[in-house]
């Protein structure tokens, strides 16, 4: 079994968590061993997988499996690295980063980059340490980050969706992530259309009596990793990005960004961007989630009716995590929080000068960089 080891890379170390975790919905520890397993049974062999070559794409230097709550030490036992199975992988490094221009100008910029995957700065106790960020990509407050991004007064239209495609707006978190898209939206002409969900508390058969009913305006204030908001706000021609698959077949795929063309109460109507299908129309209906961990972030069980989209002006690291745009902004003003979202934030784009980032005012010039030294292959 070999394992690619690249910059610019996504991973499969999400595989492997560390030893039982209480909720099921979080991957177990032993997944990539049970598919060992089973392909053994399967193929009656006592070979590494039956006998079968398993390629596994992956990247230690960008973030690792998300654990909620989960220590240091956790989320490091979560990597691939630490399964029964790395002894048996082949690691084989790939050096050229693709995703780059090849320019002198570029060739600079990709051994910054490894500076910032690897951690040069960074305390090996501590993980996380400070690093520079070059001078000519710091913007000076929010508006000035959005107008670099997008350049807000050019526009009395949305513009073609192309111009979506080739930018993002990145941030840590999610909260942030919501307000400053609803922010944007504002910016950009037309009316804004609000697009209510359908919240409802899941009750136990036979548990109805003792049962507390929540009021539906607490069911629309909670808000969770991978759900849309209660109130879904949009405008003809914003872009959004799908939280859910949908229609892997026609590229309705979580992850897939799309600029809408058309809305109505029950259906939405986009445009695909990038990929296979790039430029085709597709349906997004109003579809029921569940939010992924019950009993982590609330303490009812909710029902969620909502179109599965968020709008893409601005996203987390983590989702951007597999993109590639030709310009991205990144506000800092909130520090990355965890191993390899620096590197992932600015191993997006194609060139350094198509990069702009906003910085706390007490650090106008450094920001905070999380490696752990101990997952790196190098």
């Known amino acids: 079994m070999k394992l690619p080891c690249s910059t610019g890379a996504y991973h499969l170390s999400s595989l492997t968590p560390p030893p039982p975790p209480s909720d099921l919905n979080v991957f177990s520890s032993y997944v990539l061993e049970t598919v060992d397993r089973s392909l053994r049974d399967i ?21 690792l499996p998300v654990l909620v709550h989960g220590t240091r030490e956790d989320t490091v036992l979560a990597t691939v690295q630490r399964s029964q199975l790395w002894m048996n992988i082949s690691v084989l490094h790939l050096t050229v980063n693709m995703r780059l221009n090849h320019d002198p100008l570029s060739e600079q910029f990709a051994h910054w980059l490894l500076d910032v995957g690897r951690g040069t700065t960074v305390d090996a106790n501590t993980g996380s340490g400070c690093i520079s960020i070059p001078h000519n990509m710091i913007c000076t407050d929010r508006d ?8 807000m007064s050019q526009h009395t239209s949305f513009p073609a969706p192309e111009y979506f495609y080739s930018r993002v707006l990145l941030m840590p978190l999610n909260d942030d992530v919501r307000k400053l898209n609803a922010h944007i939206l504002r910016l950009f002409p037309g009316d804004v259309r609000t697009f ?3 919240d409802t508390q899941v009750i136990e058969r036979g548990a109805e009596h003792s049962a ?5 305006e607490f069911l629309n204030s909670l808000n969770a990793s991978g759900l849309p908001i209660a109130n879904l706000e949009l405008k003809q021609g914003c872009p959004i990005i799908l939280l859910r698959n949908l229609d892997n077949k026609h590229g309705l795929c979580n992850g897939t960004r799309a600029t809408i063309t058309h809305m109505s109460n029950r259906v939405l109507q986009v445009r695909l961007l990038g990929g ?11 579809i029921t989630l569940l939010p992924s961990i019950h ?4 303490t009812v069980h909710l029902k969620h009716r909502q179109f599965p989209v968020q709008l893409a002006f601005a996203m987390t690291i983590n989702q951007s995590q597999g993109q590639s745009v030709q310009h991205i902004a990144v506000d800092l003003r909130t520090p990355a929080f965890a191993h390899g979202q620096l590197y992932v934030a600015f191993s997006r784009v194609t060139a350094s000068n198509n990069i702009k980032v906003l910085l706390p005012s007490d650090t106008p010039t450094q920001t905070t960089n999380i490696v752990y030294p101990e997952i790196l292959l190098c």
């Open 43 to 63: 193929r009656s062999s006592d070979s590494l997988f039956g006998g079968i070559t398993v390629v596994l794409g992956g990247d230690f230097q960008q973030t």
């Open 144 to 151: 000035d980050l959005i107008r670099s991004l997008y350049g």
């Open 196 to 198: 209510p969900s359908a």
């Open 212 to 216: 507390n009913v929540v009021p539906v």
């Open 276 to 286: 296979d299908h790039n430029g085709d129309i597709a349906f997004i209906p109003r």
């Open 295 to 298: 009993g982590v972030q609330f």
